[in-house]
């Protein structure tokens, strides 16, 4: 029966408003830090203590020296070319404390630099040139998707593959996860950004790009049956070992981004072949024995910058402040552990 403008309008109102109120609703609690919290602990279980992502991990402790080439790009005195201290933590994607360190998952290595003149610069980096979201509605939404049916005890397939569908550009990030092999170590693969930032210099000019820290020793992975072999718990040992043998370095590289470059977006890596500028290499001098260290009450806010560095506009960035603060301040009360 064909419709009459009048009477297909007036029959979808009711769910025209039906889906306005679902998207302000997002919206609402994207806004919301306890709100993205909740929701990660909903779809992805709650580890009392632990960090609601990248839960399993280790600290450690290193040294940057910046080059000449960064100070040409940046007046940040993390560049200066003597050595800065830096607080690192090496971990598996996810929020599962006892992740398999043999799957194919995201690898995570965040780092908090600390300066001299009391400046700190905190950044967080994934072992992916993208990100699983855009936004902040969209990464809360996403979240949502995967929360488990209390009967089945298993996300919906049906919304699953709903919001796949109109969001293909979430599936990015485990689709290039799913591509590469089983990382042999957490010191040899690769550590995107993901979000574009800019490097001002002494005359005030700004250059953005996107950021890779890049193992000096090469990327190594596993076959599958290598990965079989060493078994769920090897990730630690290795790093010590390595570390040990002073074996454990990255350069820090920029790519540069040009006019007309998407830098708003961290599901939008930089086009192929852009400039990549060497800003440093970073050193990891030694790792923790057990489950603490320095590492552990540091939320690795990627706003924390120093002068000389600034943010795009990327609104991923931005939208992890306060989250970041509300899953620490849970784990403090929880008693923190690593």
């Not at 950044?123 to 996403?142: K, Y």
Request: hydrophobic content about 40%; aromatic content about 8%.
């Amino acid at each position: 029966m064909h419709l009459s403008f009048p009477t297909a309008f007036v029959l979808a109102v009711p769910s025209l408003l039906m889906g306005l109120s679902a998207q302000a609703q997002t919206m609402a609690n994207a806004n919301d830090p306890n709100a993205f919290i909740n929701q990660f602990e909903a779809t992805f279980g709650k580890f009392e203590g632990h960090r609601r992502s990248g839960a399993k991990g280790i600290c450690a402790t290193g040294e940057f020296v910046g080059t000449s080439e960064a100070r040409n790009l940046s007046s940040a005195s993390v560049f200066a070319g003597k050595p800065i201290p830096v607080v690192v933590r090496f971990s598996v994607g996810g929020a599962n404390p006892k992740a398999p360190d043999n799957a194919k998952s995201q690898r995570n290595l965040a780092l908090a630099f600390n300066l001299s003149n009391g400046e700190q610069w905190l950044m967080g980096n994934i072992s992916a040139p993208v990100f699983g979201a855009s936004t902040p509605e969209q990464f809360l939404a996403l979240i949502a998707s995967r929360q488990p049916d209390p009967a089945t005890k298993m996300p919906d397939p049906a919304k699953v593959k709903a919001f796949n569908d109109a969001n293909p550009e979430i599936l990015l990030l485990p689709k290039f996860l799913a591509s590469q092999p089983v990382p042999a170590s957490y010191a040899s693969i690769n550590y995107w950004g993901v979000h574009a930032f800019g490097l001002v210099n002494t005359a005030g000019a700004t250059q953005y790009g996107k950021w890779v820290f890049e193992p000096v020793a090469g990327v190594q992975g596993l076959s599958d049956e290598e990965a079989k072999a060493k078994g769920p718990q090897f990730l630690f040992d290795d790093l010590r070992e390595r570390v040990k043998a002073g074996n454990v370095a990255f350069n820090f590289n920029f790519e540069l981004a040009q006019a007309g470059d998407k830098i708003d977006s961290a599901t939008t890596p930089l086009p192929e072949g852009r400039k990549k500028v060497n800003l440093g290499q970073l050193k990891v001098t030694s790792v923790s024995s057990d489950g603490g260290g320095a590492c552990l009450t540091t939320n690795y806010n990627p706003n924390v910058m120093p002068k000389g560095v600034v943010p795009s506009a990327d609104p991923m960035i931005a939208a992890r402040a306060a989250p970041y603060a509300i899953s620490l301040s849970r784990r403090l009360t929880e008693g923190a552990k690593q």
